[in-house]
């Protein structure tokens, strides 16, 4: 399975950045989180319709999000409406979520994820999608438990290959029946490389995934993608150090040092540019997994603990390099 973009991918994965060749990604996918936040007893949420819904992302996407270069939107209750009815702007690209909410479990109590029946990569198209995102489960250490999911992720990968559309795989795992919390933060670092692992075998190029927790993780990540994606040439210089702790004077811990690659932001890896760079154009930036353009200052590793944008730049770099975002 070819990991390099086509001439479509690449174009689609430049629409969803800046006009500064960086991400910044509103998500108001959620469907039952947002009720949670709009309503107390599980009564008034269970009253908050998708109509509802709906009318709540509209203003999200109208007063927020299209001051982003992309928003993440269900394909439940929040398109085609905001773009037949002109909310979405123009220069805000728009993934649309394949997942539905929750999980199944299986026999065994391993979840099994979701998707909206009948959105697939040509409806994602249909609806106005510049691409979409897929979410889904993974434990590696359990290989019983990722049949079903792994395949999820084959279909998707292939159905959208065929379109010629962008396709982000956004993995999580979780922790397991009866497993201690001390034994889950221990194993947490390994299941997210392995995850990593499994889905750029599976084809994915452009990955979604949580903070790794150590800087030896993401630099097994970033050592795990093929070519070069991360460490390119960055204003005209060559990434070095790439996965060195360090701190910013605000607290936030950093890996990478002055254009080092791999990053971490929004508890997705990413990489931001330096906040004592002075910002350029009308958006925050945050996050950059591949730069090459010259005109990127000092992009960064930042962990931050924010967790509902993740981004990248999008032209400059190698079309055979997949993302980390």
């Known amino acids: 399975m070819t990991t390099k973009m086509t001439t479509a991918e690449r174009r689609g994965y430049q629409q969803i950045c800046g006009d500064n060749g960086l991400m910044m990604v509103v998500a108001c996918d959620q469907r039952g989180g947002m009720r949670k936040v709009l309503a107390k007893t599980p009564e008034e949420q269970a009253a908050i319709d998708e109509t509802m819904l709906g009318t709540v992302k509209a203003g999200i996407v109208r007063y927020l999000a299209n001051k982003a270069s992309c928003v993440l939107l269900d394909a439940v209750c929040a398109v085609p409406h905001v773009v037949d009815e002109g909310i979405l702007s123009r220069d805000t690209g728009l993934l649309v979520g394949l997942d539905a909410s929750g999980w199944d479990t299986d026999q065994n109590g391993y979840r099994i994820s979701k998707l909206v029946p009948g959105i697939d990569a040509r ?131 950093r890996v990478g040092r002055d254009r080092g690659p791999g990053l971490v932001e929004g508890l997705h890896l990413s990489r931001c540019r330096d906040p004592q760079d002075p910002p350029r154009g009308d958006r925050q930036q945050a996050a950059s997994a591949d730069s090459g353009r010259s005109g990127c200052p000092r992009p960064r590793c930042l962990i931050r603990r924010s967790a509902s944008m993740s981004g990248e730049p999008a032209s400059g770099s190698p079309a055979s390099a997949p993302q980390v975002i």
């Open 123 to 253: 409806r994602s198209r249909e609806l106005g999608g510049t691409g979409a995102k897929l979410m889904v489960y993974l434990r590696p250490d359990r290989p019983e438990a990722n049949e079903v999911n792994i395949g999820i992720i084959r279909d998707c990968i292939a159905d959208f290959a065929r379109e010629d559309l962008l396709l982000v795989v956004e993995i999580l795992t979780y922790q397991l029946d009866g497993e201690s919390d001390e034994a889950y933060a221990a194993a947490f670092p390994e299941l997210i490389v392995e995850s990593a692992r499994i889905s750029l075998e599976l084809g994915s190029k452009v990955l979604k995934l949580p903070f790794p927790g150590t800087a030896d993780a993401c630099r097994r990540i970033t050592e795990s993608l093929p070519g070069r994606p991360l460490g390119g040439p960055v204003g005209g210089r060559r990434s070095r150090d790439l996965h060195r702790p360090g701190r910013h004077g605000d607290g936030k811990r």
